[in-house]
């Protein structure tokens, strides 16, 4: 179980991490508050950082209590379920594949969770890190086309309107 405490111990560490950072991103760029798609693209990948670590966190404070961690997991991914649902049917800005991965993600880590016992010779806790690193692995795939996406704003200026470097369109 030392490898499991230390997976998820490192798990915690990153996908804080990641969101610190990623929190920056959205500071400094005005637009994923300003335009409701961006605005809901970046709540998704938010929640695809915080939830793996605040599930994680839950795991390493167990102490080695099924009931505790397990506790942790189907409540985070019951509300990664949920928010995945439902940002799979807001209006999509180009990532449906990966949107479309995000719901049975989190429905593997509530499985992972109500697991009795061994699965393929994995211990629940195993299982569990399986399917919470599908998540977090999704998270950082959400995080890299956020960041790669085009410079552009969403809606382009009409004709006569004066654009931020003062250029007429």
Request: hydrophobic share 50%.
């Amino acid at each position: 179980m030392n490898a499991a405490l230390s997976f998820y111990q490192l798990l915690t560490t990153v996908s804080f991490t990641l969101l610190g950072l990623w929190f920056v991103v959205l500071g400094l760029d005005p637009r994923w508050r300003q335009d409701p798609t961006r605005h809901r693209a970046s709540l998704h990948t938010t929640l695809m950082f915080f939830l793996p670590g605040v599930m994680g966190l839950g795991s390493v404070l167990s102490g080695g209590d099924a009931l505790f961690w397990r506790a942790f997991f189907v409540v985070g991914g019951l509300a990664g379920l949920a928010e995945a649902v439902a940002y799979l049917r807001a209006p999509a800005d180009g990532d449906r594949v990966l949107r479309a991965l995000a719901p049975p993600a989190y429905a593997a880590v509530v499985a992972a969770a109500v697991l009795p016992g061994p699965v393929l010779g994995l211990v629940p806790l195993q299982v569990e890190g399986l399917a919470t690193g599908l998540v977090f692995v999704g998270g950082t795939a959400g995080l890299w086309l956020a960041l790669t996406r085009s410079r552009e704003p969403a809606a382009r200026p009409g004709p006569g309107i004066v654009t931020p470097v003062g250029r007429p369109r």
